[in-house]
C-alpha cells in the first residue's frame, strides 16, 4: 500500500515537476527565479516524499527511528540541491547544461537519499555495499542529465513525455539500486517488536506535508496554464476581429471562405457571399471628423448583424467595406432577400451625437458552388458584381452574372483606351452655332467635343466623359477643349462669344481659374467673349469650394452660365449664391413647347426668372420653327438646336461666321 | 432644460400589415413601459399602415431608441423628418402615448391623415397637430 502511494507521489511529482522545469527553462528575468523556486521546493519535496513513504513500508524487520534533524537536512539538500541543477541547467551550452545541470539534480536525489538514511536509525547492524552505492550514483546523474536534455530539445505544445519517464526512473533507480546497497542484521536479544505509535503519527505528518506540497505545485501549474490559455485566447480573439466595430476581420473572412470552399470539394454544404460598401461615407467622414466616422462604423455593424440570420458571418475587410458569408444559401430569393435587408437598413439615417447622416450601401452577390467554387474566383466574382452595383447607381444589390465580367472587360479597354487617347490627343473640338434673336444672327458658338477614336470610330460625350471623371481624365480633356475654342474664337469676328463645358470634377480640382487663364492668354481672346458652362451637380457637391472657383474664374472677366437649368433640384436657390450671368433652359423643356403646357409653363417662368435676376436666357435644342416662335415670344434671347446648325468642325463654323452669317436668318 | 426631439415615419413592413394596429398598439406599451424608466416621452401614430413617431428625451436616449427602431424590420421606408433641440418637452404626459386610426373616432381619422400628409411637408406643424389631437382625446375620456 506504502509501496504503491509512493509510486504515485514520483509519478505525480515528477510530472508536475517536468512541467515546472520547463516553464523555470522558458521563463526569464525574474520569473524565472520564482518558477525555479517553486519547481524546485515541489520536485525537492516530491522526490523526498517518495523516499520517505517509500521507507516506511521498507520493512527491515528491527524496530526503526528517524533521526529529526538528519531527515529535516535530507528535505533541505533535495529542494537546493533541485534548485542549483535548475540554474545549471539554463547553461546555453546544451551538453554543458544537461550534464552540469541534470547531474546535479541527480546527486541532489542521491544525497538526499543517503542522508535520509542515515537519519532511519533501525536497531541492528547496518552494512553497506560500495559497488551499489556507486551504481546508484551513476544512475541518478546519467538519468538526470537526459531528463533535463530531453527536456531541453522538447519544443512543442504537447507534455515532455520521455523527461518525465526519465526522472521517474532516475528517482526510482536510485531509491532500488540504494536499497540494494543498504543491509541491516538484527541484533540478537533486540526483539522485532511493533513500530512506536508516536513514530507512525509523526511519519505519516511528513508524508502529508510532503503530498501538500506536490498538491500547491499542482494547482499553480493549472492556474498558470489557464491564465496562459485565457491569453492565447485574447491574443486569438484580437487578431481575427476588426478593434473598431468588434466585427471579424479579413482575416478571419479570408480562413471561413477558404474553410468552406474546401468543405465544398468534398460536398459540403452551398453559401452565398455578399460584399458590402456603404456609399457616401468618405464625405461624412471628412466633413463630420473621424470620430464620428467611427462612431458610424460602430452603428453599421451592429444594423449588419440585425440584419443577417444568427449563423451567418458579418466581417469587414476594409475602411468602409463588409463582407457577409451566408452559409447554407443556394436559393438566389434568399440571398436576395438577405441583400434587400442589408441595403434597407443601411439606407436608415444615422442619428449620431446630434448630427445625421445619411450613407447608403451597394452589394455585390456571388452563390457558391453555382457561380464558383474557390476563394478567389468568388471574391471576384463578387467584386464585379458589387461594382456593377455601385455603377448601376447605388443603394442597390447585384448577383454575379458572367457577363459582368464581360462589361467589366469593356469597361476597363474603354479605359485604356481613353488614357491613351489622352495621350495622343485624339479630341476634336466641334461647335453648335448660338443665334441671338433679336439681331437675328449668331452670337457665338458652345463648344463640344468628341472623340475620333482610330479603334471605335467616333465616340459619344455621354459614354467617355464619365469614365473621363472617374479616371481623373478629364482635367486634361478639359484643358485641351478649352485652349482649342479659345485659340478657334480668337479669329471668330469681334463679339462673338464661345461658350466651353466645366466638368464638376474640374470644377472642384483647384485649378480651374488657372487654367482659364493660361488660355485666354495664349490665345489673345477677351475674356469677356469666354464663357464657362457649369451644371448643377457641380454646385450640389461642394458648394464652398465651387463658390470660391467661379468667384476666381469670374474675377478673370470670364462670364459663367449654368446649364440644363430645370433638371436639377432646387435650382432656384442656387442662382441667388452662385454669380451666374446666364441661365440654359434644358433641351428636355424645349422639345415639348408648345404642345406640351407643363413645360411651355417651365420655359415662361425661366425666362421670367432671367429677366428678373438680370440674366442672359439661352434656349437648348429648337428644332421646329414652333418652338422657335414660342421660345422667342416668351423672351428668350439665344438659341441653339439643329433648326439653325447641328455642332460642325472650326472649319466649317468659321464659313458659317465669316462669310454667311449676315445673310443667314431665320424665318 | 432643452430636450432633443426627433421625429420620423415609416411603412409597416408588408409581412405585418395585416395585424398592424395591434402592433403599434404593442409598441406603444412596451415603449411606455420601458420609457417610464428613461425620462423619454412621446407619442406614436399608426394611420394607413404608416408609423409617425415623436421621441423627445436627451441626446443620448433619444438616439438609442431611434438606433434601434432602425434596427426593426417590421418598419420599412423608414425616413426621419425631424430631429432637433426644444426649448422644453411637447408630450411630457405621456411616456408614450398612442394614436391608432382603428382606435380613433371619425374626427381623429381625418385629422390623423391630416397629420399623415403634413408629416413630410411641414414636420412641426404635424407634430403640433398630434399634441392637439392628444389633448382632445385626454379631454374626451375625461368628459364620457
Known amino acids: 500500500m506504502l509501496v504503491l502511494l509512493a509510486a504515485l507521489l514520483c509519478v505525480v511529482g515528477s510530472y508536475v515537476s517536468i512541467q515546472l522545469f520547463r516553464r523555470t527553462l522558458q521563463a526569464g528575468g525574474g520569473s524565472r527565479f520564482h518558477w525555479c523556486f517553486l519547481a524546485s521546493v515541489c520536485a525537492g519535496s516530491s522526490i523526498w516524499g517518495t523516499h520517505f513513504i517509500a521507507m516506511l513500508g521498507y520493512q527491515p524487520g528491527v524496530p526503526v527511528t528517524f533521526d529529526a534533524t538528519l531527515t529535516i537536512i535530507s ?91 526519465l526522472l521517474v526512473v532516475a528517482i526510482v533507480m536510485l531509491h532500488f539500486v540504494g536499497m540494494a546497497a543498504f543491509t541491516v542484521t538484527p541484533i540478537a536479544g533486540f526483539g522485532s517488536g511493533p513500530q512506536s505509535e508516536v513514530f507512525v503519527a509523526m511519519a505519516s505528518a511528513i508524508a502529508m506535508a510532503a503530498l501538500l506540497i506536490v498538491g500547491t505545485g499542482i494547482s499553480t501549474y493549472l492556474v498558470e496554464m489557464r491564465t496562459r490559455v485565457d491569453a492565447q485566447d485574447r491574443l486569438h480573439h484580437i487578431a481575427m476581429h476588426d478593434t473598431l466595430t468588434g466585427l471579424q476581420n479579413r482575416h478571419a473572412f479570408n480562413g471561413k471562405l477558404r474553410r468552406l470552399c474546401q468543405r465544398l470539394v468534398k460536398g459540403g454544404p452551398p453559401f452565398a457571399l455578399l460584399m458590402v460598401d456603404l456609399d457616401r461615407f468618405k464625405p461624412i467622414n471628412d466633413s463630420l471628423g473621424h470620430p464620428f466616422g467611427d462612431k458610424v462604423l460602430k452603428a453599421v455593424s451592429a444594423r449588419l448583424q440585425e440584419a443577417v440570420r444568427d449563423n451567418d458571418m458579418v466581417a469587414r475587410i476594409g475602411g468602409d467595406e463588409f463582407a457577409v458569408i451566408a452559409p447554407g444559401v443556394d436559393d438566389p430569393s434568399v440571398a436576395r432577400l438577405l441583400a434587400e435587408r442589408i441595403v434597407e437598413v443601411l439606407s436608415r439615417p444615422f442619428v449620431i451625437s446630434g448630427q445625421v447622416a445619411d450613407l447608403g450601401a451597394s452589394v455585390g452577390i456571388t452563390l457558391a458552388p453555382a457561380d464558383g467554387k474557390d476563394a478567389e474566383t468568388l471574391t471576384q466574382q463578387v467584386d464585379i458584381a458589387l461594382y456593377h452595383a455601385k455603377n448601376e447607381g447605388r443603394g442597390r444589390h447585384c448577383f454575379f452574372d458572367p457577363s459582368l465580367t464581360e462589361t467589366l472587360r469593356e469597361r476597363r479597354l474603354l479605359e485604356a483606351d481613353l488614357r491613351r487617347a489622352c495621350m495622343r490627343e485624339e479630341f476634336e473640338v466641334y461647335f453648335q452655332p448660338i443665334l441671338d434673336t433679336a439681331t437675328r444672327e449668331f452670337a457665338g458658338a458652345e463648344a463640344l467635343v468628341r472623340w475620333h477614336s482610330p479603334e471605335r470610330g467616333v465616340v ?78 457641380a454646385l450640389v457637391t461642394d458648394d464652398e469650394l465651387a463658390l470660391r472657383a467661379l468667384e476666381e474664374v469670374r474675377a478673370l472677366g470670364v462670364k459663367i452660365s449654368l446649364d440644363d437649368f430645370g433638371t436639377g433640384y432646387s435650382s432656384l436657390s442656387y442662382l441667388h449664391r452662385f454669380p451666374i450671368d446666364r441661365i440654359k433652359i434644358d433641351a428636355s423643356f424645349v422639345n415639348q413647347v408648345p404642345h406640351d403646357p407643363g413645360s411651355a409653363s417651365i420655359v415662361r417662368a425661366i425666362a421670367q426668372l432671367g429677366e428678373s435676376l438680370q440674366m442672359e436666357v439661352t434656349a437648348e435644342g429648337i428644332e421646329t420653327d414652333a418652338q422657335y416662335s414660342y421660345v422667342a415670344e416668351h423672351g428668350c434671347r439665344h438659341m441653339q438646336g439643329f433648326l439653325f446648325s447641328r455642332p460642325v468642325d472650326a472649319a466649317t463654323l468659321a464659313r458659317l461666321f465669316g462669310t454667311h452669317e449676315k445673310n443667314r436668318s431665320v424665318a | 432644460m432643452t430636450v432633443q426631439r426627433l421625429f420620423y415615419s415609416s411603412r409597416i413592413a408588408d409581412e405585418h400589415a395585416s395585424r398592424g394596429a395591434a402592433i403599434a398598439r404593442e409598441i406603444a406599451q412596451a415603449s411606455a413601459v420601458r420609457n417610464s424608466a428613461s425620462e423619454l416621452t412621446g407619442t406614436l401614430a399608426y394611420i394607413d399602415g404608416h408609423f409617425i413617431q415623436v421621441l423627445e428625451g436627451n441626446l443620448k436616449q433619444v438616439e438609442e431608441t431611434f438606433e434601434r427602431i432602425c434596427c426593426d424590420f417590421r418598419h420599412r421606408e423608414l425616413k426621419l423628418l425631424d430631429y432637433h433641440t426644444a426649448p422644453s418637452r411637447l408630450f411630457s404626459e405621456w411616456a408614450m402615448a398612442s394614436l391608432v386610426e382603428e382606435d380613433a373616432t371619425i374626427g381623429q381619422r381625418e385629422a390623423l391623415s391630416e397629420v399623415r400628409v403634413l408629416a413630410t411637408l411641414n414636420a412641426r406643424e404635424a407634430i403640433a397637430r398630434m399634441r392637439q389631437l392628444l389633448a382632445l382625446q385626454d379631454r374626451a375620456v375625461l368628459t364620457a
Open chain 1, 75 to 165: 528535505v533541505v539538500i533535495a529542494i537546493f540541491g533541485v534548485g542549483i541543477g535548475l540554474f545549471l541547467s539554463t547553461l546555453r551550452n546544451r551538453w554543458f547544461g544537461a550534464l552540469c545541470g541534470g547531474g546535479t539534480i541527480g546527486l541532489a536525489i542521491a544525497a538526499m537519499h543517503y542522508v535520509g538514511m542515515f537519519a532511519y536509525r533501525a536497531d541492528g547492524i547496518v552494512g553497506w555495499l560500495p559497488n551499489y552505492v556507486a551504481l546508484s550514483l551513476a544512475c541518478a546523474v546519467v538519468f538526470g542529465a537526459l531528463a533535463i536534455d530531453r527536456l531541453r530539445v522538447h519544443d512543442h505544445e504537447g507534455h515532455p513525455w520521455t523527461a518525465t519517464l
Open chain 1, 460 to 537: 459619344s460625350p455621354v459614354l467617355f466623359i464619365p469614365v473621363a471623371e472617374e479616371l481623373g481624365l478629364v482635367t486634361t480633356i478639359g484643358a485641351l477643349v478649352l485652349e482649342r475654342a479659345c485659340a478657334e474664337a480668337a479669329t471668330w469676328p469681334d463679339g462673338m462669344t464661345v461658350a466651353v463645358n466645366v466638368s464638376p470634377v474640374q470644377m472642384m480640382g483647384g485649378r480651374l481659374a488657372s487654367t482659364v487663364a493660361q488660355a485666354l492668354h495664349k490665345s489673345g481672346l477677351e475674356p469677356g467673349r469666354l464663357e464657362i458652362e457649369i451644371t448643377e451637380t
